[in-house]
């Protein structure tokens, strides 16, 4: 009977961890600009790491609607980064680029924060936007993670300066972003109030902590709201939705509060009316908020708040990663065509190897 010696073992698990990378070779998502018909996989260069970059083998992924814009060609990726779409990858560290200072090594399970390029075999990220992966967590949950749970928690701590006993309004309260901001507030102590587009998505904010909800689909919530803060409004909106929410987050909001517009689902462009006689009487305070073209150094100090704060409420359970569907990155047109469905609850996860085999990878 023939026997493998561990060392023959380990020469010929190591040359087939590193036969992909010899090849300089890796699948990744490319697109010609247009519908999901136009996304593929196709074979590109395994990323060149730059200062303080690490390259990452990427386990799973996630998608965003941000990519949803840049597939249309609606929103090119900020100067110098990757035009491979995907703002999250989760994996294991393969190996660290020059000038890197921080304690990452290779081997280290984590999750990253990208400017792109994340739907990919590997990813180069900066080693500032490395989290480590929640302990006990699997790729796939933890790709549910970076992008719209930073996004909340920014949102609501950095932008919004949410206080203990504040009541929020969180628009699209079942998409990727409202289910963080709902946990996050639950956590926090303040009231969160969701409105979305069905009872489902209504009943499932609520199991996350939200205290009431409203179907924009089939009433005005802006009498449902004033109701349920006894005419006062709600100190602080997240608002993803924009022009055709307007009127109603206006006459929703409290005097002094705050209204962040973070996305425009519903349109670029206000009604006319007397928006800044309210805007002015009541003393809103309205403020735009992205993440993705933000600066390193903005990004690193919220990375390592939100490492502080909340990371550890993942490893105890009090917070999850809310999932709706797992594809595999060949999927990539049927992920895009789902969340253009505005069917989902949660994040449309991809994975991209499996993770049961990555002692063989
Ligand atoms: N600025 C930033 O830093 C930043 C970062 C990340 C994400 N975002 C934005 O955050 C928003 C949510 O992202 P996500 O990934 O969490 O989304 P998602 O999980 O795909 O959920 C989006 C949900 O929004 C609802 N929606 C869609 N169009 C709407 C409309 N016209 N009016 C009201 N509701 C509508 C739909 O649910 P129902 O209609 O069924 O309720 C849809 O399922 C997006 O606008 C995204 O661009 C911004």
């Known amino acids: 009977m023939f026997h493998f010696s561990p060392v023959v073992f380990c020469v010929a698990a190591s040359f087939i ?3 992909s990378t010899m090849s300089g070779m890796m699948k990744a998502v490319t697109f010609e600009p247009g519908g999901p018909e136009n996304l593929r996989i ?3 260069a395994i990323p060149q790491l730059r200062e303080k970059e690490v390259l990452l083998k990427v386990y799973a992924t996630a998608i965003n609607r941000a990519d949803m814009l840049q597939r249309k060609g609606l929103y090119p990726p900020p100067t110098g980064e990757s035009d491979i779409l995907g703002l999250e990858a989760v994996g294991i560290v393969d190996r660290l680029g020059p000038g890197c200072v921080k304690s990452w090594k290779p081997g280290d399970k984590v999750m990253a924060l ?14 500032e936007l490395l989290m480590p992966l ?14 719209v749970w930073l996004t909340a928690f920014q949102l609501l701590f950095i932008v919004g300066k949410v206080k203990k006993g504040d009541t929020v309004l969180i628009h699209a309260g079942g998409s990727g972003v409202g289910t963080a901001a709902v946990q996050l507030c639950r956590q ?3 009231r969160a109030l969701v409105v979305a587009g069905s009872q489902e998505k209504i009943d499932f904010a609520k199991s996350l902590g939200a205290e009431e909800g409203f179907n924009y689909k089939e009433a005005e919530f802006e009498p449902k709201v004033l109701a349920q803060t006894e005419g006062k409004g709600v100190d602080l909106i997240l608002d993803c939705v924009g022009g055709s929410f307007f009127d109603q987050n206006i006459n929703s909001i409290a005097t002094e509060g705050t209204w962040v517009i973070y996305g425009l689902m519903g349109g670029y462009t206000v009604n006319s009316g007397d928006h800044l006689a309210k805007i002015l009487r009541k003393r809103i305070t309205i403020v735009g908020s992205t993440l993705r073209a933000r600066s390193i150094q903005y990004k690193e100090s919220l990375v390592e708040e939100f490492s ?8 105890n359970g009090e917070f999850r990663p809310i999932i709706d569907t ?3 990155l060949d999927s990539i047109q049927e992920a895009h065509q789902l969340m253009e469905s505005n069917k989902t609850t949660g994040k449309i996860v991809l994975q991209v190897r499996d993770e049961a085999a990555k002692e063989e990878l």
């Open 308 to 315: 502080q704060r909340a990371l550890p409420h993942f490893s």
């Open 114 to 127: 990208l400017p792109g390029g994340g739907n990919a075999e590997y990813v180069a990220s900066r080693e």
């Open 42 to 44: 196709g074979s590109v």
């Open 326 to 328: 797992t594809l595999t």
């Open 17 to 19: 961890r590193c036969a």
């Open 134 to 147: 929640p302990s006990n967590m699997k790729f796939i949950e933890a790709a549910a993670i970076p992008e």
């Open 188 to 190: 926090f102590g303040a």
